[in-house]
């Protein structure tokens, strides 16, 4: 700790003294036809002797520019870009404080120039698209996409891989404008090196029928085009991997990858028992696949954007491996396939102390459980885009899932009262195994009509589900001082579950003003069918065979929801704003028939408005805003309706309530987001407000002997939530070398709930505030440093004396240490510390959690030696306090304990022209 220390003060020392030259450039960007200012020009510095960028700036909606930047050099290179216009050049020497270069007229364009230059503009705007030039953007040399992004202006990535651009989720990474393995962007930005892509693109997510038919898509989400350089679409590359280290734990690791210009094969494989997905550990800071980010969670199950690492908790070991393939057929078809297999299994050890709350008094429940899981899951999915002509598309996208576990499972538990006497007490031992399978099918057909707007679209979901398990159980529950009988179960089950989905849609799209106004006539018909069979049997004492059917713990039941429902939406596009209403009403038949229970079917119909409306502001192509409304009719579940008594928990009977209504939820939403590429400021803001009419909860009954639960549901109003965050982010260059980027941000939130306990009604306030800080000290080629600190302050009050207002407070530290000298060595520090003063006594309140990793690269950075320490002070810890209206519980559960690993690695690339590797051809996998 002393000689980080040291370190930071010599570097807070060399850019004290740094001897650089700080100046100001200004001018005015113009249109050479017109005169007309030029808004979102891009302007950039280049040094004279190696073309490197210095910094870069945009123009205003005026046209005017100024660059504040320092240099050592004399002069440097000055350039003007925007699109469909010439480039400017002129050479400036930097002689004085304040440059002046009056006003640039840009000239038009001509074909041939647009075909034979390539812009170097480290950014550029494109109507609906932002991109950015890859070569402008420094990484360390063996750098992956995710370096890349952390370096692009308005781009966070945080320690798990979840991408924002400007305040808004990245849902969908593209290559080459086609998915890499599906939809997980982790896979794409950690094993894809920042030197074979040329340009990153950023735009709305659309989906590709959206996309031919001119829609606006997804205006909250975004979605990456990573561009790849025209010589490396051929070639192979990829890396290998493998681990050994204490305790015997171990991990496996590659990929390999063939380019064929529009022919690409991907293919991948890991293991490891260290609770991580196998294919991340090429990065260095990364070196832990996520496992430094999760100490403070129980479960070891893992999944990426919906692709499942393992189904269990604790300690797991897991496998995987997967194919992608991509293709384009002909000029009509393009396909696109993939799949992915994960298999873990897992152990775990849980140990929970809760704190039942009543209106007028307490009751108190402590458990241990063991549990040990074994999964495996397959997954395939296949893309077709047809293109008939260029007005008619057809797109294809059948999907299937299938996943086979088994789980053995035993718990010990004991209930006690506010006397602290004993009440009941519990065993359980389970084994039980399952087997799910999951075929959809996606049909989108759209047709386009002349050059204003106008389109037919059909749409068509399907989706059938299908599982089977077998549940082996034996429990014995214990009433103490009660007349109560004790409830004794040795028994057998067997389920089967179907889900059937039709979804299917039609749309118009006429064109009020051309491009500008539209409106859309759409109609959906959804038919959801489920069927439920479970067949519980006793153990019978004279055959010992389980063959007495149990009519109280079995159901044969099918469940049916059709809907109906028309709409019309409006929607009014500009340069600027663009804006849209859209009302639904919606036709519902809930059906439920019970073969066991003829006298407990159930048919409701259902009736109700739907309205969305949307509002979207730009400012400039710096800063924009958005807002919207919704309201939505959520109908109970089957669970909430149908009124059999679920009696598979010995202490908790629960019968559904076939009097309830929908709910209908009111959602206000608005957000702000800037990024000042002049002065590298970003602000970004959101607030919601969600008001739930007709809310569903739980209403139960404690039994103050026993301490047996029954629980019904029941409608309230009254209950809303409200969440506002804003973050502020400034990075200051003190030289072309170094930098600091520091931001700031506090989030609040505030959940009324009105709910029941033990029959009294009650409204309870979860007040919670967090404010966080950070920074990032970038050295280029030497260090980075990055702490953060994040403080949680959390209350819950009632509006009932008899219950007790209740306080929180959380401090988490993080701090990110890198080195990069000697030349060769990279040095790696993921500290994290968590303090919780809340916990119970018994539980561990705080925990300093660190990982080193040091790597040394050689044989021209194509191998690489990487000795790792998990849990480095062997502090580990997962303890967990959660709250909410009726009881407050503290746990913890098994986790990783401390390990050594040493690993090594090796990389291998032919991309490049005539198959011959370069400099720039050099690959980083993750």
């Known amino acids: 700790m002393k000689k980080l220390i040291y370190v930071i003060a010599l570097l ?169 393995f599906g939809d997980d962007p982790t896979i794409t930005t950690r094993n894809l090196t920042k030197d ?46 493998g681990g050994a280290g204490t305790d015997e734990r171990y991990e496996l690791a590659g990929m390999v990858n063939f380019f064929d210009n529009d022919r690409r094969v991907s293919v991948l494989a890991g293991g490891n028992n260290t609770n991580s997905p196998g294919f991340s550990f090429g990065e260095i800071q990364k070196m832990f696949g996520g496992g430094y980010s999760m100490s403070m969670n129980s479960s070891g199950a893992f999944t990426i954007d919906g692709r499942s690492f393992g189904n269990g908790e604790g300690i797991t070991t897991s496998q995987n491996a997967g194919a992608n393939y991509a293709d384009v057929l002909s000029d009509k078809v393009e396909i696109n396939a993939d799949y992915f297999y994960s298999g873990s299994n897992s ?191 006793d153990r019978d004492e004279g055959t010992n065979q389980f063959a007495d059917f149990n009519l109280d713990l079995s159901t044969d039941f099918e469940y049916q929801n059709k809907e109906n429902s028309p709409s019309l939406k409006l929607s009014y596009r500009k340069e600027k704003w663009s804006t849209s209403f859209t009302t639904k009403y919606v036709f519902r038949t809930l059906e439920n028939k019970d073969f066991l229970r003829p006298e407990l079917d159930i048919k409701r119909n259902f009736e109700a408005i739907e309205l969305r409306s949307y509002f979207n502001y730009r400012f400039s192509e710096k800063a924009s805003m958005y807002t919207g409304y919704s309201l939505n009719n959520r109908p109970p579940s089957l669970t909430q309706l149908q009124p059999f008594q679920n009696v598979t928990n010995p202490l908790n009977t629960i019968t559904g309530n076939p009097n309830l209504e929908p709910t209908n939820s009111h959602r206000l939403y608005m957000g702000y987001n800037a990024f000042d590429f002049q002065k590298k400021t970003g602000i970004y803001s959101y607030a919601s ?3 739930n009419n007709n809310a569903v909860v739980s209403r139960t009954i404690v039994n103050l002997e026993t301490l047996k639960r029954t629980t019904t549901y029941a409608n309230v109003n009254g209950n809303y939530d409200l969440y506002g965050n804003i973050n502020y982010s400034k990075t200051v260059k003190t030289d072309s070398i170094r930098s600091i980027k520091f931001d700031a941000g506090i989030s609040a939130s505030l959940n009324r709930n009105v709910n029941f306990n033990n029959e009294v009604q009650y409204k309870s306030n979860v007040t919670s505030l967090t404010p966080s800080a950070g920074l990032r000290l970038t050295w280029k080629k030497v260090l980075e440093l990055r702490p953060r600190y994040r403080l949680t302050f959390t209350k819950n009050t009632f509006d009932i004396e008899t219950f007790e207002d209740v306080d929180f407070i959380r401090h988490d530290l993080d701090l990110n240490f890198t080195t990069y000298l000697p030349k060769a060595f990279e040095w790696t520090n993921n500290i994290d510390f968590a303090y919780n003063p809340n916990v119970a006594a018994g539980f561990q309140k705080s925990a300093w959690f660190w990982n080193s990793t040091l ?72």
Do not use: C
């Open 347 to 537: 152990d775990n050890e849980t140990i929970t102390e809760r704190e039942n709350i009543l209106p007028d008094s307490r009751f108190f429940s402590d458990s241990r459980s063991k549990s040990l899981s074994n999964g495996e899951n397959h997954s395939a999915n296949l893309g077709f885009d047809i293109e008939i002509d260029s007005t008619f598309l057809i797109n294809i996208n059948p999907s299937l899932k299938w996943s086979t576990s088994n789980r053995t499972f035993s718990e010990e538990e004991e209930t006690r009262n506010e006397d602290n006497e004993l009440t009941n007490q519990s065993t359980t031992a389970s084994f039980s195994e399952s087997d799910a399978k999951n075929f959809d099918n996606e049909l989108d057909i759209t047709k386009r009509f002349g050059n204003n707007g106008a389109f037919l679209k059909f749409k068509i979901d399907t989706e059938y589900n299908t599982s089977v398990s077998n549940d082996f159980l034996t429990s014995e529950t214990n009433f103490l001082n009660s007349s109560e009988e004790d409830i004794i179960r040795d028994q057998f089950t067997d389920s089967e579950n179907n889900n059937r989905s039709f979804n299917a849609s039609v749309t118009y799209r006429l064109p009020l003003i051309a491009k500008e106004l539209f409106l859309d006539f759409e109609y959906n018909f959804r038919d959801d069918n489920r069927s439920n069979l479970r067949r519980t049997f």
């Open 689 to 691: 407000v969600n008001f």
């Open 12 to 180: 807070s020392v060399s850019i004290s003294f740094s001897q650089s030259k700080s100046f100001k450039i200004s001018g005015k960007i113009l249109s050479e036809d017109n005169k007309e200012p030029l808004e979102a020009a891009t302007i950039y510095l280049e040094r004279v002797r190696d073309s490197s960028l210095v910094t870069y700036t945009i123009s205003d909606k005026d046209g005017l520019f100024e660059i504040l930047e320092e240099t050592y050099d004399e002069k440097l290179n000055l350039f003007i870009d925007f699109v469909g216009y010439q480039t400017y050049f002129k050479q400036i020497t930097i002689n004085k404080d304040v440059i002046d270069i009056g006003a640039i007229a840009l000239g038009i364009s001509n074909a041939l120039d647009e075909v034979v230059i390539k812009s170097r503009s480290p950014i550029t705007f494109k109507k609906d698209t932002l991109e950015f030039n890859v070569t402008s953007f420094k990484t360390k040399k063996d750098a992956n996409v995710e370096d890349l992004l952390k370096q692009l202006p308005g781009v966070e990535v945080d320690e798990a891989g979840k991408i924002t651009v400007n305040g808004k989720d990245v849902s969908k990474i593209l290559v080459n404008g086609k998915p890499f």
């Open 196 to 241: 074979i892509i040329e340009k990153v693109q950023i735009t709305d997510t659309k989906t590709k029928s959206e996309a031919f038919s001119g829609e606006e898509g997804d205006t909250e989400n975004k979605t990456i085009n990573l561009t790849i350089k025209e010589e490396n679409n051929k070639g192979v590359f990829g890396r290998v991997s």
């Open 855 to 926: 790597a040394y690269s050689f044989l021209d950075d194509k191998a690489l030696m990487t000795l790792k320490v998990y849990d480095l002070l062997n502090q580990n810890t997962n303890a967990r306090r959660r709250a909410t209206q009726n009881f407050i519980e503290d746990s913890q559960s098994t986790v990783l304990e401390q390990y050594f690993m040493l690993s090594f690695s090796w990389k291998f690339n032919s991309l490049g022209s005539k198959g011959e590797t370069g400099q720039g051809d050099i690959f980083f996998m993750d």
